[in-house]
C-alpha cells in the first residue's frame, strides 16, 4: 500500500485532541500573568505548536510524501517573505529621523 | 529503452500502468471513479491531496495578507491593540476555540472511518462536524450582536470615547473573523454534500479522497482560528480587565 | 523521440469530436478550453487596445482636448486592468500552456479537468463583470486602485472592477495549481524532469508565482472593497491607517505578476530557438533554474514600486539590491538563447522573425529596469513615461511578441492549417517597428520628465507624442493584420503536416491537430529534450 493508506488509529487521534484541548487552556490562562514581551511570544509559540500537531496528524502530513511537506513548508516561508520584508519598511521608518515619525 | 510493464520509472516515481489506455485498478475492470486521465487510483488519491495542498497554500497567502495588516498596526498602535482586545469575550473566543479542536477531530474520524469502510462512522463524525461548526458560526453571531451593541463596529456608529486607532483594530477583528467565518461556511456546505455521498455509500478503504481532501480544508480552517484567537483575543488581559 | 506514432486513417481530431456547442461550453478537454480561452482573450485584446487609442489619440495634442481628464483616467484605468488581467495574464499560460502542457508531458489531459474549464468560466464572469464596469462608467483609479483615493474619494464602479480582478485571479490560481501537479504527476514514462521542455519548466515557475502572490492581491483588493461598502476602513490615514500598507500588500502579487506574463513567454522562446537552430539549447539546466530563480526572487523585489511613497529608505537600499539580483536570471537566459542561435541552422521562417523581434525588445526592456531599480534614478524616472516604456517594452515588446510567435509556431498543430508565412513575415517586422516607433520616444519623454496618466503636456514635447501615436498605428495595423491571415488560413489554409518546422517535442510527434486524447497510444520518453541531430532535419510531411 502507498503511503497515503496509512491509518491512524483513533488512540491517536484523541490524543492529539486532548493536547489541543489542554494547550488551548495554557494560552487563555498564561494570557492573565504579565510576562512582559514574553506574553506574545508564548502565545504564538503554543500556537504554532497547536498547528503543528493539527497538520502533521490530524492532516496526516506524517505520513505523506515529501513533495506535500515542501509544499507545506513553503507555503509557510512564502508568508514569512511578506512578514520580513513588509516590516523591514515599518520597523524602520523611524530611523530616519523625520519629525513626526 | 524503458519497457512500460514492470519497469521502476523515475516519472512520477510508480511503475506505469502502460499502454492500457484506461487502466485496471488489479488486472480488471477499472475501478469505476478512476478518471480517464489517470492510470490508477492512487495516482489520483495522490494528485487529489497535492491539490488540495496547493489550494490550502493559497489560502495561507490569502489570510496572510490580513495578517500582514495585523502586524503592522499592531506594531504602530500597541496599546490600541491592547485596548480594544480587552472588548473582545474571551470566553466565547475561548469555547469557540475547543468546539473547533473538537470538530477537526469528528472530522479526522470520519475520514478514518472511510478509510476502514465504517458508512455509521463516516455519518456520525461528519453530523458531529457540521453540528461543532455550526455552533462556532452561531457563537460567533452572538459575538457580533454584542459589538454592535457597545458601538464597537468601525464607521459612524463607532464609540466616539475610544481613541481612533482602535477602529483599525476593529476593522480587522471584524475582517480576519468574517472571512474565517466565511471559509467556516463553505466548509459546512461541503461537509453536507460530502454527508449525502458517505450516506450513499460511495466512500470505502479503495476510494475516500473527497473525503480526505475536505477535510484537509476543514482542518485548515481550524489552524487559522487558532492563531485568530490568541492574536484577537489574548493581547490585553494582563494589564488588567 | 518515442517510438513511431500510429496514424490510423480515421483519426478524429480534438476539433471534429464530440460535434456540437454544449461539447464545446461543457468540454474537460484540454485542448478545447485552450481555444476558448484564445477566442475570449482576443476579445479583451481588442478592448484593451480601444482604451490605447483613446489615451494615444489624445496625447497628439498638448492641451486636454480630445477628452476630459476624468476621461482620460477612466482610458488608462480600464486600458490596464482589461490589458494585465483579462489579456496579458491568461495569455500564454491558458492558451499555449493549457494546450501543450498535457502533450509535452506525454499525458491526456491537466490533472483536473473540470477545474480547468472553471477557470474559463470564472474568467467569463470576470470579463463579464469587466465589460459592466465599462458600461457603467469605468473606473478612474488607475489599474492599481491606491488608497485612500480608491476607498473614500473616487465615485467610479471601484469595487465592481476590484470584483471583476478578483474572480480573473481565482481564475488564474485554478490554473497555476492545475499545472504544478500535472507536471508533478501524470510525466509519461522515462520523461524525468530534466527530459522536459522548457516550456513546461517556465509553467512550472509561473504557476509558482500565480499560487503564492494572487491570493495576497485577492484580499488586498478585498480590503478595499470593505473600505468601500462596510465602512471598514484599513486603510484610512485618519484613524491612523496606513495608505502605503494597500500599496506593499498590492504590490506584493502584482511584482511578480510580471514573471507571470513574461515567463511563459520565455517558455515559448526557448522552444522555438531551438527549433529554428535545430539545436539543443544552450545551457539548458542554466535556462531551466533561472526560470525558478526568477519565480523566488520575483517576490522578494516589489518595494522597488514605494520608492517615492514614503517608504523607509533603509528597506528602500534592501529593495534596490535585490531588484539588481532578479535581472541576472533573464540575463542568463538571453545570453543563452543568443547562444543557441549562434553557429545553429537557422531558418528564416516567419516564427525565427517573431523570436528576433523578441530578443531585441526584451533586451532594451529588460535593462531599462536597472535603471528604474535605481533608487536614486527612480526618483527622477518614478511616474514618468520612462516607466511606461519599460514595461511596455518587456510586456508588449517581451510577452506580446512571444505570444504571437508562439501562435505562429504552434497554429498548425492547434488547427491543423498553414497560414501564409510571407504574411507571417510581414506582420513580424510590422509589429516590430511599430512597436518601436510607439515606445521608443517615450523613454526619451520620460527622461526629459513628462509625467504618466497626464493628459496635456508642454508644447516641447509634442512631435514625440505624435512620433509615439504614428507608431501605435502601425502597431495596431500589425496586429490586424496578424489577426486577419490566421483567421483567414482556417478558412483557405493549406493541411498542416504533423511536422511543419522540423522541430523536436512530443508535441510534434502527434498529429496535427491532436486526437482528443493527444496520442494514439501513449509515450515512452528515452531521450532529452531537443535532441536534435547534426545536420538540417528533414521534414516530416
Known sequence: MSTTHHITPVRTYVAVFVALAAFTVVTAAVAYRDFGFLNTTIALGIAVGKATLVVWYFMGVRYNTPLTRVVVVSGLFWLLILFALGMSDYLTRPWMGVPGR | MADAHGTTLPAGGRAAAGHDAHAAGGGGQPHPRLQHHFYSMDQQLEASILGMWIFLVTEIMFFGGLFMAYIAYRTMYPDAWAAGSQHLNVWLGGANTLVLICSSLTMALAVRSAQVGSRRGQIVNLILTIVFGTTFLVVKYFEYAEKFEHHLVPGPTFDPALPAAQQLFFALYFIMTGVHAAHMVVGVALMAVILVMAWKGRFGPDYYGPVEVSGLYWHFVDIVWIFLFPLLYLLGFHLGH | ?541
Open chain 3, 1 to 541: 523521440m518515442a517510438p513511431a506514432v500510429a496514424v490510423p486513417e480515421e483519426r478524429r481530431s480534438y476539433l471534429d469530436a464530440p460535434y456540437g456547442i454544449a461539447a464545446w461550453l461543457l468540454t474537460k478537454d484540454h485542448k478545447r478550453i485552450a481555444i476558448l480561452y484564445l477566442i475570449s482573450i482576443t476579445v479583451f485584446f481588442a478592448v484593451g487596445g480601444f482604451f490605447a487609442v483613446g489615451v494615444r489619440l489624445e496625447l497628439l495634442t498638448p492641451r486636454g482636448d480630445f477628452m476630459s481628464a476624468d476621461t482620460y483616467n477612466k482610458f488608462f484605468t480600464l486600458h490596464g486592468i482589461v490589458m494585465i488581467f483579462f489579456f496579458l495574464i491568461p495569455s500564454i499560460p491558458a492558451t499555449l500552456g493549457n494546450f501543450l502542457i498535457p502533450i509535452m508531458c506525454g499525458t491526456k489531459d491537466l490533472a483536473f479537468p473540470r477545474i480547468n474549464l472553471l477557470s474559463w468560466y470564472l474568467y467569463v464572469i470576470g470579463g463579464l463583470i469587466a465589460v459592466g464596469v465599462i458600461a457603467g462608467g469605468g473606473v478612474d483609479t488607475g489599474w492599481t486602485f491606491y488608497t485612500p483615493y480608491s476607498t473614500t474619494a473616487s465615485t467610479t464602479n471601484v469595487t465592481l472592477a476590484g470584483m471583476a480582478a478578483f474572480i480573473a485571479g481565482f481564475s488564474s490560481i485554478l490554473t497555476g495549481f492545475n499545472f504544478i501537479v500535472t507536471v508533478h504527476r501524470m510525466r509519461a514514462p522515462g520523461l524525468t524532469w530534466f527530459r522536459l521542455p522548457l516550456f513546461v519548466w517556465a509553467h512550472y515557475a509561473t504557476s509558482l508565482v500565480m499560487i503564492l502572490g494572487t491570493p495576497v492581491v485577492a484580499i488586498t483588493l478585498t480590503l478595499m472593497m470593505a473600505e468601500r461598502t462596510l465602512g471598514l476602513a484599513v486603510f484610512d490615514p485618519k484613524i491612523g491607517g496606513d495608505p502605503v500598507l494597500f500599496q506593499h500588500l498590492f504590490w506584493f502579487y502584482s511584482h511578480p505578476a510580471v514573471y507571470i506574463m513574461i515567463l511563459p513567454g520565455m517558455g515559448v522562446i526557448s522552444e522555438m530557438v531551438a527549433a529554428v537552430s535545430r539545436k539543443q539549447i544552450f545551457g539548458y539546466a542554466f535556462v531551466a533554474f533561472s526560470s525558478l530563480a526568477i519565480a523566488v526572487l520575483g517576490f522578494l523585489v516589489w518595494g522597488h514600486h514605494l520608492f517615492v511613497s514614503s517608504q523607509s529608505i533603509y528597506a528602500g537600499f534592501v529593495f534596490s539590491i535585490l531588484t539588481m539580483l532578479v535581472a541576472v536570471p533573464s540575463a542568463v537566459k538571453t545570453f543563452n538563447w543568443a547562444a543557441t542561435m549562434y553557429k545553429g541552422s537557422v531558418t528564416w521562417e516567419s516564427p525565427t522573425y517573431w523570436v528576433v523581434g523578441f530578443m531585441g525588445l526584451f533586451l532594451i526592456g529588460g535593462l531599462t529596469g536597472l535603471f528604474l531599480a535605481s533608487m536614486g534614478l527612480d526618483i527622477h524616472l518614478t511616474d514618468t513615461y520612462f516607466v511606461v516604456a519599460h514595461f511596455h517594452y518587456i510586456m508588449v515588446g517581451g510577452a506580446i511578441m512571444a505570444f504571437l510567435g508562439g501562435l505562429h509556431f504552434w497554429w498548425p498543430k492547434m488547427t491543423g492549417k498553414m497560414y501564409s508565412d510571407a504574411l507571417g513575415k510581414a506582420s513580424a517586422i510590422l509589429v516590430f517597428v511599430g512597436f518601436n516607433l510607439t515606445f521608443f520616444p517615450q523613454f526619451v519623454l520620460g527622461y526629459m520628465g513628462m509625467p504618466r496618466r497626464y493628459y496635456a503636456y508642454p508644447e516641447e514635447w509634442q512631435a514625440l507624442n505624435v512620433l509615439s501615436t504614428a507608431g501605435a498605428s502601425v502597431l495596431g495595423l500589425g496586429y490586424l493584420l496578424t489577426f486577419c491571415y490566421l483567421v483567414w488560413s482556417l478558412v483557405k489554409g493549406r493541411t498542416a503536416p504533423a511536422n511543419p518546422w522540423g522541430a523536436k517535442g512530443l508535441e510534434w510527434d502527434t498529429t496535427s491537430p491532436p486526437p482528443t486524447f493527444n496520442f494514439d497510444t501513449d509515450p515512452i520518453v528515452d531521450e532529452p529534450a531537443y535532441n536534435y541531430k547534426p545536420g538540417r532535419e528533414v521534414r516530416v510531411g
